[in-house]
């Protein structure tokens, strides 16, 4: 029994946390919003913005450093490292609220195609960095990143009948709001950075991998989304204790009353106890242990209601400052509360649980 | 990262087990098969029988040191002899304010001769130890606490004066490890020392009053001049030094908080009852959604516990001490209970307004977020000490 990272695990996320640190600040995250107003006149990407093409720097970055093969065999070019090694690396993608297909590329197709002799050819090209990937997860239609992806899953059940997993390569799809010369559009949404494309239709082929790895493509999704949310979670948490540590009312710092200290140490003990959760479905799927879909599922619906109560109490604790377009909190507040619903919300999860549990 | 239990680790379990399903069992015959509450009179009497059986088999202490009364067991171990104790229906520890509160404190801060005859005899229950830190006027804010002890260099010992209350079974213990103000004129932390008092010296009344779940597991002591030799234990009657009680009595509460008072085999354990009442319910047509919503979360909740305490155990053996992080758990575990047991309640329905081991428990359950410091205190540690938000 250890519950620990290894020393190398650490050092490698220490190493994507300082790579983020310095490449995907605050700033780059809004430049991977829209400029200008959008459809409806809002003015949701002011702010101080980097310039674009940091944007993509930040993906660059990461295939430079290996990170988006970190869950592919080094045959296929990867690091062959399994989910308890990048389960720590997507957290610090989570605490960037890095505005590229992560969870998708990296956790979720890459290692699938890995696993199933990568049928399309598309493999290094994941790795390498030069395309992104994307995944429509329980019969969403929504594909984040969806400007930009070039390859497409889905995973899902069969169907009601046949409950067992299966992944299709999305062939063709027609995005809502297409216009004829186009063939994708940017849907509006709540968190514009992650330009998502909303399919309105599309084909599939009839599925290239077996049950049991479909389901564990679509087990990484939920856990590394998990891990994004308790990432977020910590980097709005941070944001808000130091915030309400210098801004003074009533001759005071906000911080030193009650009333706030204890809605954040609430907030903070929800992450704390979330995190183990995380942790320990990572070793589960790197182990395929028998309880390992349980694992997730308990990752998931604690990591989402962690972070949606700390979203909620960040932006409480800050005031109205928090709730502007140019203070940052609200990059990683809608990052959040999109990630909270996305790869199963908490009650889908709970209701998995409750069915592993013969309930 | 590696969560499984070594081929040893199995075997320990499948030895605890095979125990406690022989002498549970019988224990309950011996006393007609009608156990009362250990905060009872006579079932503190039923329960000391208990306790005496654990340390007959070397059951009652697990993790101490065998000349003290253990067996020496790894953290991992008395994790699983906690899972397996409370899914076996084991009951309250009756010992437990000494086992977990005091012994930790005796084992650092103790002399030699203290911890020789202090420790073997509150594991066999010969000694029972309560707390007494609480005072009437010093609750949360423990610091302001009046209880006074004075020198008497000519008799050789300490006069007490003063009262102490919420003392958990105190109208049954023989013995209190308490804070007294040894400085006169002392205020706050400073001037406060950990004395060891014997309950049945002159000048001691002990006054037992009902919880709000009817059991006499409230004591009031009150201390009229009671003197008390330094040799009236072995080794005396300070533990730690003179006027550094204060720190001798907080260096172990962030292990009563963090680890050892509630350990997840408690949870995990009512948990896993709280899913076997649901599924009764719901194989007699009572399927209900929300409910099922709601037993799925307390589930996940003990599991987290439990996988926060792995954690926390490797941590500790690693040199990463919790420190203040004991506060989230605490807050963590008193919610839970509460949580656990509002959804048996609500699976039940109007029969759970019948005194059963639920509502008994839901009652008890409901100190959790008070005792222990209360969850409030709780939230200042870790918003200050953690998170490090500025103090007042």
Known sequence: ?359 | MDLTWSAAEHAFRDEVRAWLDTELPAWRTRHDDRILSGDTAEGFAQHLDWERTLFDAGWAVVSWPKAYGGREASRWEWLIFEEEYYRAGGPQRVTQNGIFLLAPTVFEFGTPEQQAHILPRMASGEDLWCQGWSEPNAGSDLASLTCKATRDDERGGWVLDGQKTWTTRGAFCTHLFGMFRTEPGSERHKGISYLLVPLDLDGITVRGFGRLDGDEGFAEVFFDGTFVPDDALPGGVVLGEVGQGWSVAMATTSSERGLTLRSPGRFTATADRLVDLYRQRASHGGEDAVLRDQVAQGWMEAEAYRLQTLQTVTDDAEGRPLGAGSSFVKLWWSELDVKLHETALDILGPDAELDSPWSKGWQFALSGPIYAGTNEIQRNIAAERVLGLPRK
Not at chain 1, 33 to 38: E, H, I, L, N, R
Not at chain 1, 53 to 78: I, K, P, Q, T, Y
Not at chain 1, 103 to 131: F, Q
């Open chain 1, 1 to 359: 029994m250890r519950f620990a990272f290894t020393d190398d695990q650490v050092a490698f996320r220490d190493a994507v946390r300082d790579l983020l640190a310095k490449e995907c600040t605050p700033e780059v995250v809004r430049a991977a919003w829209p400029d200008g107003t959008d459809a409806h006149g809002a003015r949701k990407g002011e702010g101080s913005r980097a310039d674009e093409s940091r944007v993509d720097a930040v993906w660059s970055a990461l295939a430079d450093m290996g990170v988006l093969g970190v869950g592919v065999s080094e045959a296929n070019g990867g690091l062959g490292l399994s989910e308890l090694d990048w389960v720590l690396l997507a957290e610090e993608t989570g605490y960037a609220s890095v505005p590229h297909p992560f969870v998708e590329t990296a956790c979720v197709v890459a290692p699938l195609l890995d696993d199933t002799g990568d049928p399309h050819e598309v493999l290094g090209a994941l790795v390498d960095g030069s395309r992104q990937a994307g995944a429509l997860p329980l019969g969403s239609t929504l594909v984040p990143w969806g400007n930009a992806v070039t390859y497409l899953v889905s995973l899902d059940h069969r169907s009601i009948a046949d409950p067992a997993w299966v992944a299709r390569r999305v062939e063709g799809g027609i995005a809502v709001g297409d216009k004829p010369d186009s063939r994708r559009t940017q849907a509006d949404t709540m968190d514009s950075s992650r330009h998502v494309v909303q399919l309105g239709a599309w084909s599939t082929d009839a599925g290239f991998a077996d049950a049991a790895v479909a389901q564990r493509a679509f087990d990484r999704g939920a856990l590394a989304t998990a891990a994004q949310l308790v990432g977020l979670g910590r980097r709005m948490l941070d944001l808000t204790v130091e915030y309400v540590s210098e801004r003074r009312q009533f001759g005071v710092p906000v911080g030193s009353q009650q009333a706030v200290k204890h809605q954040l140490a609430d907030a903070a003990k929800q992450l704390r106890f979330a995190a183990p959760a995380v942790y320990g479905a990572a070793w589960a799927l790197s182990v395929d242990d028998e309880d390992a879909a349980r694992a997730v599922s308990t990752a998931k619906a604690l990591a989402s209601d962690a972070a949606r109560l700390t979203a909620r109490t960040a932006l409480q604790c800050h005031g109205a400052i928090g709730y502007t377009v140019e203070y940052d909190l609200h990059l990683y507040l809608k990052r959040a509360e999109s990630l909270v619903r996305a790869w199963g919300d908490a009650g889908w999860h709970r209701r998995r649980v409750a069915a592993s549990l013969g309930i």
